[in-house]
């Protein structure tokens, strides 16, 4: 297993493209959705980085993913808490790591059960490339490339690390 760049470097350099997409966009008061868990870890760090006005929310996807036929649902699901009014919010989604899409598909399924934002940012820690669905990063600490038969996990939650192995 290979040890990367420090998270909490990687959360400083996404906070500050977070900040620049935001003032771009002039975004003035977003909230913060943390995906279960990886995504949670990293939203609350950047959370606290931004000194956002609305409490941070987070979603379990368990029950939305495309492949729960298929693998079962997780054993570990937890409630979803989205604190605030989503109806015409502008929003930053924040995930761990970025493949295939499909982790995101579902959180924007959860979401719209909830109301119809304005609009939503996607935020990652990192993006690995090889998608299946049309889904991009507006801000990302690190990209990188990886052969099919590895995959990296942020290990946390104390220490956050970020781990490349194989699958």
Known sequence: ???????????KDLAEALTATLQARDIRDPAMI????????????????LGLSLPLGTLDISFYRDDFTRVGVNPHVRPSRLPFEVEGRDIVLVDDVLYTGRTIRAALNEIFDYGRPNRVLLAVLVDR????????????ALRMELPTDEEIKLKGPEPLSLIVQSS
């Not at 297993?1 to 959360?11: A, E, F, S, T, Y």
């Not at 995906?35 to 980085?49: D, M, P, Q, S, Y």
């Not at 490339?129 to 990302?140: K, M, N, T, V």
């Open 34 to 49: 943390g995906i279960h868990t990886g995504g949670v870890w990293v939203a609350e760090r950047l959370h606290r980085h």
């Open 1 to 11: 297993m290979d040890r990367l760049k420090p998270v909490d470097g990687l959360i």
């Open 129 to 140: 490339g090889q998608r299946e669905l049309p889904i991009a990063a507006d801000a990302c």
